[in-house]
């Protein structure tokens, strides 16, 4: 039986939804306890380098399917001589390599790296994971200086490097990259970034830069591999028109920012104009950044971008654009135009984080009161600048309170930030995170947060679609109030948030009305839908 609701009491509830509680958003350093021990590595003495400045990301992913997300982190090596300016005085016992880290639930992670067959051996950079293959089990793919990796999930624990196998082949310095089902045959494709052509014999640079920049080297083409549904992937990078475009790529994500149904590609370069690549439903991509004002910064300069995310940030049932920078952060409202507007300057954002350089972020209901809040972590661009970290919390319509300093101890301690990746890794309805640091230990970040309300994770199974459901656009109904997100496969700084869409509801105790709609087309509606559990939804055969 349906349950009915009585026009007036139905607004009294979309109020209290709407209105912000006295809820607490709090955090607290959980690495401790959690069994994680890793450190980043950028292979040298000392920072010399682009190279060594970037950092590196990680993802989280259920690699095993026992509903806990698990984690993957990249890490950066001592390499050749010749490449590091100050290379290290002895070289370590074990050379630094990436880790996997089972979630053994409760807090607790298990190091796996090596009897799973992830380490990768590569200068890594960024990892993103998704179904390539449909077959249950999620793979992995990670990116690199010199080489990038695709990683088959055996579905035993363990994984196979199908790299040359499945026709994956990308030289140079490969970044932050995305999965999207470009043409929603139900297979996903693999948008993968590129930096700059790194040349590392060129020293020449003015002193107070440290180091040559992005601008010292070439740019370069992304990359655009079309999967064939049979384990194969084949180079469309010229044919879809991505090709003709040369920049500095550090973070790129993939969402239908335009609604027609489609997935778009963003790229946020360094020192270089934006991309944003349009799909145009016939496998091209026409890039529309520049009409579409999210092409530059703030005061229409190319500015160092680093992590761009797509989310309905001002609940308009529109997907905006948020994108991490080393001088003005941009929160980019989304008309309904094919455009954006600029509104870091008036949500309470921009003016906050002008002073810090800013890197991987998450925008998640950290507290459930059913208001999209913003943690994003900062830390020096070409020195080794320790720098605090900020959460704002969502008060509606765009708009933000600082409040960082009362978030945390954990946020306080000053870490020179790169990649980070998101996920409610012990399933108690709070997002938590995870932080690499550059050079240092990283962080695992407990969410604490007191008062919270209700909140549903959903986990997508996809029949026709592919089977992560990566593409879908949910709609949320709880009270009286709309929610929108999209599942996406790789956002922010080289990083992937655990694929879960997580709603909060506030006071709101029941959900009214899921609305699903699958890459294949296909719609799917739930109603009268209990809160606070994960909720796995398989797409209707």
């Known amino acids: 039986m349906r349950l009915q609701i009585f026009p007036f009491l139905a607004i009294a509830a979309a109020l209290v939804a709407q209105t912000p509680t006295a809820s607490t958003i709090r955090f607290e350093d959980a690495t401790p306890v959690s069994g994680i021990q890793f450190t980043h590595s950028f292979g040298a003495e000392k920072l010399g380098s682009l190279l060594e400045s970037t950092g590196a990301g990680c993802v989280w992913f259920d690699y095993n399917n ?67 293959d449909n077959d249950g089990f999620v793979d992995l793919f990670v990116t690199g200086y010199g080489k990038a990796i695709l990683f088959h999930n055996r579905g035993d624990g363990t994984f196979e490097d199908v790299t040359e196998k499945a026709g994956i082949k990308v030289d140079g310095w490969s970044i932050g990259s995305a999965w999207l089902d470009y043409d929603r045959d139900g297979c996903v494709d693999l948008f993968v970034g590129r930096y700059v052509k790194f040349d590392p014999k060129y020293r020449a640079f003015y002193p107070a830069d440290n180091y040559p920049g992005p601008l010292d080297y070439e740019a370069n083409t992304n990359r655009l591999y079309h999967n064939n549904c049979n384990g194969t992937f084949t180079d469309v990078t010229d044919k879809s028109g991505i090709g003709a475009y040369k920049g500095r790529t550090m973070g790129a994500t993939a969402a239908d920012f335009d609604g027609d149904g489609y997935p778009d590609i963003y790229v946020a370069n360094d020192k ?24 530059y910064g703030q005061n229409g300069e190319s500015t160092s971008a680093m992590g761009p995310i797509f989310a309905d940030i001002d609940g308009d049932g529109r997907m905006d654009l948020w994108v991490t920078d080393s001088k003005y952060n941009r929160l980019m409202r989304n008309n309904g135009k094919k455009q954006f507007d600029d509104i870091g300057a008036v949500s309470g954002i921009a003016p906050q984080t002008a002073q810090y350089v800013s890197w991987g972020s998450g925008i998640y209901d950290f507290d459930n009161d ?147 709609q699958w890459p294949s087309g296909r719609t799917q509606v739930l109603e009268n839908v209990a809160v606070d559990r994960v909720l796995t939804v398989e797409e209707p055969k």
């Open 272 to 295: 270089t104009e934006n991309f944003l690549f349009r799909n145009k439903h016939d496998g091209t991509f026409e890039e529309i950044a520049e009409e579409a004002g999210v092409a």
């Open 66 to 132: 026992d509903g806990l997300p698990d984690l993957y982190v990249t890490n950066g090596r001592p390499l050749e001589a010749g490449i590091h300016p100050y290379p290290l005085k002895k070289m370590p016992a074990e050379l630094p390599h990436n880790h996997l880290y089972r979630n053994d639930g409760h807090g607790k992670f298990t190091d796996v790296t090596e009897t799973a067959g992830v380490a990768a051996n590569i200068y890594g950079m960024a990892a993103i994971a998704a179904d390539f």
């Open 370 to 516: 059913g208001l999209l809040d913003i943690l994003t972590f900062h830390g020096g661009l070409i020195h080794l600048v320790p720098e605090e970290h900020s959460v704002f919390r969502g008060l509606g319509g765009g708009k933000f309170s600082d409040v960082s300093r009362t978030a945390g101890a954990v946020l306080d301690v000053k870490t020179v930030a790169r990649g980070s990746c998101f996920a409610d890794y012990d399933n108690d309805g709070r997002v938590d995170a995870f932080l690499v640091n550059l050079g240092a230990p990283a962080t695992l970040i407990h969410n604490t947060s007191t008062n919270t309300g209700h909140w549903i994770a959903l986990q997508l199974k996809g029949t026709k679609s592919n089977r992560d459901g990566i593409g879908a656009a949910v709609e949320v109904v709880a009270a009286g109030r709309k929610q929108i997100a999209q599942r996406v496969a790789g956002s922010s700084y080289l990083s992937q948030d655990d694929g879960r869409l997580h709603f909060g509801f506030g006071a709101a105790s029941l959900i009214e009305k899921i609305t699903i």
